[in-house]
C-alpha cells in the first residue's frame, strides 16, 4: 500500500518561530510536492522537487522554502512563521511517468 | 485566469440519486491530464479518476465516470447512486504537458462540497 506521510497532524507555533514540515513517501518517487489549502481557495502549490537537491517555486513560494536531501524526504520550512500562515499543509508525490499524486493526510498549522 | 474552474460551492443530492459535478479548465497545451480527488472530513485526498486529453472515451471507474468534452474544455465528475459516504469535498486538477520531464504539477480548482441526504 503506498504510502505518504507528514509528520504532524496538529500544530500550533508562535510568529516569528521556524517551522519545519516533514513529508516522508516510501514508493521511491521522483516527484514530491507542497501545497496549501485553504476554504474557498482551493489547493495552491507552494514547492515542488523532482529529484533529489532539485526544487521549484509553485505559485505561493513567498515565506517558504524546502530541503529535498534523500529521495523519500521533502521538507517545507517556514523561516519565520505569520498568522497568515496558518493553514492546512498537504505533502504529494507521484512518479513522472504516472501524473496523479498520492497525499498525505495534511497538517493543521495554526500560528499565533 | 483561473485554469481550473469550478463554479458550484455545494451541492445537495438525495441518496441513490446520480450527480454532476463540473469542471472546466483553461489549457493551450495538447497533451494534459484531468484528475478528480475526494476529500472527506478528516483530511486526506483520495484519488478517484483520471482522463487523458488524448483518451477516446471518457474515464469510468465505478460509481464514478467522467464526462469530458474537449472542445468545450469541461470535464464533469458524475457520481450515480449517490451515497452517504460519498458526502465530501471534491477537487477537479489538471496536469498540463507531456508526461516527461520534470514536475508534473497539478493545479486544482476551488472545490464543490457535497452532501448527500437521505
Known amino acids: 500500500d503506498v504510502k505518504v506521510t507528514q509528520s504532524s497532524r496538529y500544530l500550533v507555533k508562535r510568529t516569528g518561530e521556524k517551522v519545519f514540515l516533514e513529508c516522508v513517501q516510501d514508493?521511491?518517487?521522483?516527484?514530491m510536492f507542497w501545497y496549501r489549502q485553504d476554504p474557498g481557495l482551493g489547493l495552491r502549490l507552494i514547492y515542488f522537487s523532482y529529484d533529489v537537491k532539485m526544487k521549484e517555486k509553485g505559485d505561493i513560494p513567498e515565506g517558504y522554502s524546502v530541503s529535498r536531501e534523500k529521495k523519500e524526504r521533502f521538507s517545507l520550512i517556514l523561516e519565520s512563521a505569520s498568522t497568515n500562515q496558518t493553514s492546512m499543509y498537504l505533502c504529494a508525490s507521484s512518479l513522472p511517468q504516472q501524473g496523479g499524486a498520492f497525499f498525505g493526510q495534511g497538517t493543521r498549522l495554526t500560528v499565533v | 485566469a483561473q485554469k481550473i474552474t469550478q463554479t458550484q460551492p455545494g451541492m445537495f443530492v438525495q441518496e441513490k440519486e446520480a450527480v454532476t459535478l463540473d469542471c472546466t479548465y483553461d489549457?493551450?497545451?495538447?497533451?494534459?491530464?484531468l484528475f478528480w480527488y475526494k476529500q472527506p472530513s478528516s483530511g486526506e485526498m483520495i484519488f478517484l479518476i483520471y482522463q487523458g486529453s488524448y483518451d477516446q472515451q471518457n474515464a469510468t471507474e465505478g460509481r464514478y465516470s467522467l464526462n469530458f468534452q474537449k472542445a468545450r474544455k469541461s470535464a464533469n465528475l458524475v457520481i450515480s447512486a449517490s451515497q452517504l459516504g460519498d458526502s465530501a469535498m471534491y477537487f477537479c486538477?489538471?496536469?498540463?504537458?507531456?508526461?516527461?520531464?520534470?514536475?508534473?504539477?497539478?493545479?486544482f480548482g476551488t472545490g464543490t462540497q457535497l452532501k448527500v441526504e437521505l
Open positions: 489549457t493551450s497545451d495538447p497533451s494534459y491530464g
Open positions: 514508493m521511491d518517487h521522483e516527484n
Open positions: 486538477a489538471m496536469r498540463e504537458g507531456g508526461l516527461t520531464g520534470g514536475g508534473n504539477k497539478l493545479t
